[in-house]
């Protein structure tokens, strides 16, 4: 079969079309003949060597990208009870989604090829009013938003919450699933971007181009900080009592730098902070499912790819950081 492979670090020109040998499915595994991936910024991370410590300190011990996937079941493994071949399932590339030591971006890999091989406890059916595009958009970002908002966070229902980055990946579940659960809530973007975040159900929107939403005088319950532009203190001042910051990123920093790693553990050691460490779930899958069948919640897709020829030019428009909502390609 054809997928994508890179065998050294470095910008998108190291990932290549190649014939690799087809998966085979045993025990919980699910072969998925692939219809569409989406672009994670993990996919980015693994390829130009940003988190090497976790992928091979001098080469890729896996060779392979792509987390998100949706796509017909072609074969099953002998434990897998949930699903059989021609069901149209999505969900990420996850070899065990028993295995709770890792987070949801480190993962197995492999949706960029023409088959790929998944976990049954990864995947759920596939909302029949959603393309296979819009499927494959959802699992790692929309398991972020909602286990930062829920797991994490412990939203209510007539919570103020404010998402800092509403027009992301993440956000763009987050801003919707937050106003599913009942909460009042404010997201912020820039000032091209404020129909789309009131689009998606956003009660108000602040543009940080033209306003500091730290200094506006109010008050949340939850803050859901992807941006990580503010202090954890000035954070601190426009949170409730017994309000909570959700620390998810910082824009336009690696995981490794020292402003992450320094936030993140910021984050820990606060009483109102968490970091979100989001991991596969297919009971969170199922609901947003549910949410997507009844149109609650809607994928957010920026650019759409065409074959597995574009998806270095798919990688190259995440990694550049153009990118709002979500990158896929059609497989």
Same mark, same amino acid.
């Given at each position: 079969?054809?997928?994508?492979?890179?065998?050294?670090?470095?910008?998108?020109?190291?990932?290549?079309?190649?014939?690799?040998?087809?998966?085979?499915?045993?025990?919980?595994?699910?072969?998925?003949?692939?219809?569409?991936?989406?672009?994670?910024?993990?996919?980015?991370?693994?390829?130009?060597?940003?988190?090497?410590?976790?992928?091979?300190?001098?080469?890729?011990?896996?060779?392979?990208?792509?987390?998100?996937?949706?796509?017909?079941?072609?074969?099953?493994?002998?434990?897998?009870?949930?699903?059989?071949? #021609?069901? =149209? %399932?999505? @969900?990420? +590339?996850?070899?065990?989604?028993?295995?709770?030591? *890792?987070?949801?971006?480190?993962? &197995?890999?492999?949706?960029?090829?023409?088959?790929?091989?998944?976990?049954?406890?990864?995947?759920?059916?596939?909302?029949?009013?959603?393309?296979?595009?819009?499927?494959?958009?959802?699992?790692?970002?929309?398991?972020?938003?909602?286990?930062?908002?829920?797991?994490?966070?412990?939203?209510?229902?007539?919570?103020?919450?404010?998402?800092?980055?509403?027009?992301?990946?993440?956000?763009?579940?987050?801003?919707?699933?937050?106003?599913?659960? #009942?909460? =009042? %809530?404010? @997201?912020? +973007?820039?000032?091209?971007?404020?129909?789309?975040? *009131?689009?998606?159900?956003?009660? &108000?929107?602040?543009?940080?181009?033209?306003?500091?939403?730290?200094?506006?005088?109010?008050?949340?319950?939850?803050?859901?900080?992807?941006?990580?532009?503010?202090?954890?203190?000035?954070?601190?001042?426009?949170?409730?009592?017994?309000?909570?910051?959700?620390?998810?990123?910082?824009?336009?920093?690696?995981?490794?730098?020292?402003?992450?790693?320094?936030?993140?553990?910021?984050?820990?050691?606060?009483?109102?902070?968490?970091?979100?460490?989001?991991?596969?779930?297919?009971?969170?899958?199922?609901?947003?499912?549910?949410?997507?069948?009844?149109?609650?919640?809607?994928?957010?897709?920026?650019?759409?790819?065409?074959?597995?020829?574009?998806?270095?030019?798919?990688?190259?428009?995440?990694?550049?950081?153009?990118?709002?909502?979500?990158?896929?390609?059609?497989?």
């Amino acid at each position: 079969m054809k997928a994508i492979v890179y065998e050294r670090y470095g910008s998108p020109d190291v990932l290549n079309i190649a014939e690799v040998e087809k998966p085979v499915a045993t025990g919980h595994q699910v072969l998925i003949k692939v219809r569409a991936a989406a672009v994670n910024p993990a996919d980015c991370g693994c390829m130009d060597g940003t988190v090497r410590f976790m992928t091979g300190l001098f080469k890729p011990k896996f060779n392979r990208l792509g987390l998100d996937v949706a796509g017909e079941v072609l074969a099953v493994g002998d434990k897998v009870t949930q699903f059989k071949p #021609g069901d =149209e %399932v999505f @969900g990420a +590339c996850v070899i065990n989604a028993y295995d709770q030591r *890792r987070t949801v971006w480190r993962y &197995n890999f492999g949706s960029f090829a023409e088959y790929a091989l998944s976990h049954e406890g990864a995947l759920a059916l596939k909302p029949k009013n959603l393309s296979f595009e819009q499927a494959a958009s959802v699992a790692c970002t929309a398991w972020t938003a909602i286990q930062g908002l829920r797991t994490f966070g412990k939203i209510q229902p007539g919570q103020k919450v404010l998402i800092s980055s509403a027009t992301g990946g993440v956000g763009t579940f987050a801003v919707q699933i937050a106003k599913a659960l #009942g909460a =009042e %809530v404010t @997201g912020v +973007c820039s000032t091209k971007n404020i129909e789309l975040v *009131r689009s998606l159900g956003a009660d &108000n929107v602040v543009d940080y181009t033209k306003e500091d939403y730290t200094k506006q005088g109010r008050r949340y319950d939850l803050i859901f900080d992807s941006i990580g532009e503010h202090s954890m203190l000035a954070l601190g001042r426009i949170l409730n009592p017994s309000g909570k910051i959700v620390f998810v990123g910082i824009r336009d920093v690696k995981p490794t730098s020292p402003a992450f790693l320094g936030r993140f553990l910021l984050a820990k050691a606060l009483p109102n902070a968490v970091s979100n460490g989001s991991r596969p779930n297919q009971k969170d899958l199922i609901f947003l499912s549910n949410l997507l069948s009844t149109g609650k919640i809607k994928p957010v897709i920026q650019k759409q790819f065409n074959g597995l020829a574009e998806v270095p030019q798919a990688v190259q428009h995440v990694k550049e950081g153009r990118a709002w909502g979500k990158v896929v390609v059609t497989v």
